[in-house]
């Protein structure tokens, strides 16, 4: 039975609580709400007001347009490539930073400026550098006898989708590197250290104590970078607008909302995209509790 002090504390934390849900509510249960709500209907975006109720059939129209099922490739290639090699190069820097290097300070300083510029600007600086025309890529490979012309590297080729993968692991690595670093920065060192006296060699100190205490943290990192990665929008938008070669499932539906004028169409292609972010999202998650359970027992 709960005493009249325990009660008090609640009272308390619900109304500490309450101007966040407040919030919560307003910029995120309410538009989603609307956007379920639209994506059953025949709504278009100049005349929002007129509209009349279809079920389910602009989901499944998005289901059987070939352009979905290519953006939801894009996405997926995107994801899976430039999250595996942020992840690797992530852990490599995190490990070398971690070490009593000299300049170690200097290094982190510098490894966030990638990260703190923002999406346009750095998106736009490496179009200009891979321009075919006037690129200091292109210039610095045909000096080097590498190339005999200009590569357009962000044209509507297959190239475009490894630049977008490229700027994003530029971009995004030193994330995964902050986060992999607190994980090696909170790992109990006397362990490690009784392992060098013992003389395990380093591949195995860190195959067998590192590595299985970081997964926790390297867990996380992976979970967050999954999911803003399943969103992409911004980079690949301003690399290449609406190329279906690097068009990804948030572009799909922005061109649905907003270039055809279709309400009810993008409604129903921006409901596909919070569910199958959310599906992944409960399936990683599902699969970073049972590394911990495992990891308990």
């Keep these: 039975m709960s005493t009249k002090l325990e009660r008090r504390d609640h009272r308390a934390a619900w109304l500490f609580l309450a101007p966040m849900a407040a919030a919560l509510l307003l910029v995120a249960v309410w538009p989603l709400g609307r956007t379920f709500f639209f994506a059953f209907t025949d709504a278009y975006l100049d005349d929002p007001a007129t509209y009349s109720m279809v079920g389910f059939e602009n989901f499944r129209e998005v289901f059987g347009d070939p352009s979905w099922w290519q953006s939801v490739r894009n996405t997926l290639v995107f994801t899976v490539v430039s999250v595996a090699i942020e992840t690797l190069l992530g852990l490599g820097i995190a490990l070398l930073i971690n070490e009593a ?40 490979l045909f000096e080097m006898g590498a190339i005999d012309r200009g590569i357009a590297w962000t044209s509507g080729s297959w190239l475009i989708m490894g630049v977008t993968i490229f700027i994003d692991v530029w971009m995004t690595t030193p994330f995964m590197v902050l986060l992999i670093l607190a994980g090696l920065q909170l790992m109990p060192a006397d362990i490690l250290e009784a392992a060098q006296v013992d003389g395990v060699p380093a591949w195995k100190r860190f195959w067998s104590i590192t590595l299985p205490l970081l997964r926790p943290a390297l867990g996380v990192a992976v979970l967050f970078r999954v999911l803003d990665a399943l969103r992409m929008f911004d980079l690949a938008y301003i690399l290449s607008a609406s190329n279906e070669n690097i068009m990804t499932m948030s572009i799909y539906a922005r061109n649905r909302l907003i270039s055809f004028q279709e309400l009810g169409a993008g409604s129903a292609a921006s409901t596909w995209v919070f569910l199958i972010v959310a599906l992944i999202a409960v399936v990683l998650i599902g699969l970073l509790r049972l590394d911990r359970a495992a990891g308990e027992v």
């Design 101 to 140: 290097i000299p300049g170690r300070g200097l290094v982190r300083a510098a490894m966030l400026i990638p990260w703190s510029i923002p999406v346009v600007v750095a998106t736009k600086i490496w179009d200009w550098m891979l321009n075919d025309q006037f690129g200091v890529v292109n210039k610095a």
